[in-house]
């Protein structure tokens, strides 16, 4: 039916039916909130790039995730720093570290929001990537997994409900699924992170963790930002070896990965809106360029539309709240 018989302003002329034939919503329980630990601390230490985001100490960590949760939060996603980092990362699988430490008292004291933890071995190598090297400094693939597996195990006796491997060796959901069925954890969600591209919207990030790559880059793991069937590939394969969702990210720049995701595999898509989304929407609001209420609000609206059931952002609580009213 064409003009003037269609007239699509007629379902656009009033709050109430636009309302009513609204495609997409947003629910505070579907956001995850990712926070820093830093060891060592004795309060928290501003994130320069991320205003507004701190390192927390562990006791800020919980402080951070009860607000989380009265503001309806879903999830939180842990990230540990640690003050000695070595050749292995072997921080990331020592029980009395932050993420391990904040999980358990996340657990014990807070109610009605999931503990999620980050996956990964960067934030505690002292070369700072994601696996173990060789002595040309290529990174292992094999050898990793055992690693990733021990830190899966250890944070997962901790108490964490949901663990996000953002690490990109390959196979490591099968290897890390065994390990956590044979220490007895088959309950522990795995959002594996399988279209991870090897983005420069991690910048920020880097900062709050300290896990620049001492020399090099990622892109020997993480996935060309110019690839997108690859992502599929990975996505497919992440759910036979065991995944419970896809987390795909960047969100924004690759929206059309979500979308795709959600097609081509039957598990819960989730996205990650990082840090270098998170930062450009704060610097453009500090500047009176944009809005930030609004622009967040619709970035995090156009990661749902575009198929995420779930959404990691640093936005978490602000938008929580304002769904909240
Ligand atoms: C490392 C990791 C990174 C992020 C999450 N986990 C950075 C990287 O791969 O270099 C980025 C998150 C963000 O930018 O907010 N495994
Ligand atoms: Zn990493």
New binding site residues.
Partial sequence: MAFPRSRPRRLRRTPALRAMVRETSLRPEQLVL?MFIGEGQDGPVPIEAMPGVVRHTVDGAVQAAREAAAAGVGGVML?GIPLHKDHEGSGAWDDDQVVQRASREIRAQVDGLTVGA?L?L??YTDHGH?GLLDDHGHVLNDPSLELLSRAAVSQAAAGAEVLYP???MDGRIGAVRDALDAAGHQDVVLVA?SG?LA?S??????E??G?T?AFGD?RSY?MDPANGDEAIREARQDVEEGADMIMV??AGPALDLVRRTREAVDVPVAA?Q???E?SMIKAGAAAGYVDEALVSMESLLAIRRAGASVIAT?FAVDVARRLQG
């Fill in positions: 990712p990230f980050d990964c960067c934030e994601c953002s690490d990109m992170h991870k983005s919207y991690y910048g920020p990030f880097r709050a963790a896990s790559p990622r993480q990210k960047p990650y990082v840090s270098g998170y640093y």
